[in-house]
């Protein structure tokens, strides 16, 4: 794809694309959903004319993810038969954890939807901290997969956050990331033991003797949902003596009050990213995904 033309989003991306075309020097323009009382919903472009352009539609699946995948599958389809080349920006992937089928009749939902997506003439996708690499290899266009690491890292070190720093994974799976963070900080990084109940979805933690006492720990995450298992982590954490524990995550869910949960569990602070709507973010992806956007056109 040569080089963009327009971002368009809905109301709930708007402030992602009203950045994102200002940093990179497009136009912008909103899609209009109405919403009807059966839960039914009508979309129309503001801007028509798009056979030939390319358009980058910035769109966030969540909250109420099912509803926003099909908004996304509907614009991608009419863009397409208007003759509109896409690339997609996808701050959060939804479904990302549905990579495989752990029982049997399961559905491996983030591989049909890579399959979908490409059908509706999407020929490229920018995410953020995808939560699966295996999810990732399912997609058989291209789709760069951004880091917000030095985005929260900076944010701790400009806000002063980093005096004696131990990075702290709070499950295997994170560690590779926790340890981007820690090189960045010149610290020291542990990761947690986290099992989850495959039927129940129940999640215990197993902590070996990380040395936090008189640190100022920072755990590091992808995507925080209900927050069950963070607030574990700043427990153990704070248990071992840590004099403080900074709560630094991606993609802030924070489902049934879960940033609350983990600030009554002994978190100073809790720093997401804009990916999603939420009271913790305080670091803006905006520009990452336009220098990679920027980048494409070379």
């Known amino acids: 794809m040569g080089a963009y033309d327009i971002v368009i989003s809905d109301q709930d991306s708007e402030d992602l694309r009203a950045r994102i075309a200002e940093l990179s020097g497009l136009q912008s323009s909103g899609v209009n959903i109405t919403r009807f009382h059966d839960g039914e919903f009508k979309m129309r472009l503001e801007k028509s004319g798009m056979n030939g352009k390319n358009v980058v539609l ?31 920006v996808l701050p959060y992937m939804s479904y990302a954890r549905q990579d495989r089928e752990f029982l049997e009749g399961e559905i491996a939902t983030i591989g049909i939807l890579a399959d979908i997506l490409q059908s509706c003439c999407v020929g490229s996708i920018t995410t953020v901290d995808m939560h699966s690499a295996a999810g990732l290899a399912m997609f058989k266009i291209p789709v760069k997969n951004l880091s917000a690491s030095k985005l929260l890292s900076d944010y701790i070190v400009s806000n002063g956050l980093a005096p004696r720093p131990v990075v702290i ?56 949902v209900s927050g069950n298992s963070t607030a574990n982590a700043v427990k153990i954490i704070k248990g071992r003596g840590a004099s403080s524990v900074t709560v630094a995550v991606t993609h802030g869910l924070f489902l049934d009050n879960a940033g609350k949960r983990i600030m009554d569990a002994g978190a100073s602070e809790i720093i997401s990213t804009n990916t999603l709507h939420n009271e913790y973010s305080k670091v803006d992806v905006s520009g990452m995904i336009s220098e990679s956007l920027l980048a494409g056109m070379d």
């Not at 099912?66 to 863009?79: H, I």
């Open 58 to 88: 910035v769109h966030r699946l969540f909250p109420n993810p099912g509803d926003k995948t099909l908004e996304l599958l509907l614009l991608c389809r009419k863009l397409g038969r208007d003759g509109a080349r896409i690339h997609l």
């Open 169 to 224: 994974s709070p499950d295997k799976g994170g560690t590779e990331r926790a340890q981007i963070v820690a090189k960045m900080l010149s610290a020291p990084c542990f990761s947690l033991e986290k099992h989850r109940d495959r039927v129940t979805g129940e999640v215990t933690t197993d902590a070996s003797e990380i040395p936090v006492k008189d640190m100022n720990a920072i755990i590091i995450d992808d995507m925080i």
